[in-house]
């Protein structure tokens, strides 16, 4: 099997293993620590750079950068900047990032019936 490399798979690993390729895609966007979560925090209204900061809390801004702009790139996100000073920036899914937004609930929901509980 091929490796994916930063500009995703070569073409012949996609159709040497097309039936593994849907998962290993999806994977492949989704990997990264936080963006799950940033998905997650999304699926309802748009939101402002420092609100996901916040919401993430111990995430350095490098980091949700790097997320941010690897979601984006992936189409699973839009970022919009508003002519304004100081500069406003809001993030809000596309419809392909809402179309994960089920996938992601049914993680939600494993986790909340197999995930360690806390009373």
């Not at 990264?32 to 209204?45: A, C, D, M």
Request: proline share 3%; glycine share 8%.
């Amino acid at each position: 099997m091929s490796r994916i490399c930063k500009d995703g798979f070569d073409k012949e690993c996609i159709k040497e293993q097309r039936e593994f390729y849907g998962i290993a895609y999806t994977q492949n966007v989704l990997s990264g620590r936080w963006k799950y979560v940033i998905l997650w925090f999304l699926k309802s209204t748009e939101r402002r750079y420092s609100e996901i900061k916040t919401f993430l809390g111990d995430i350095s801004q490098g980091s949700l950068t790097k997320q941010l702009r690897e979601l984006e790139t992936d189409g699973l996100i839009n970022r919009k900047v508003f002519p304004e000073v100081p500069p406003r920036v809001e993030y809000s899914l596309t419809s392909k990032g809402k179309e994960l937004i089920p996938i992601i609930d049914l993680m939600e929901e494993f986790g909340k019936r197999h995930g360690e509980q806390v009373d």
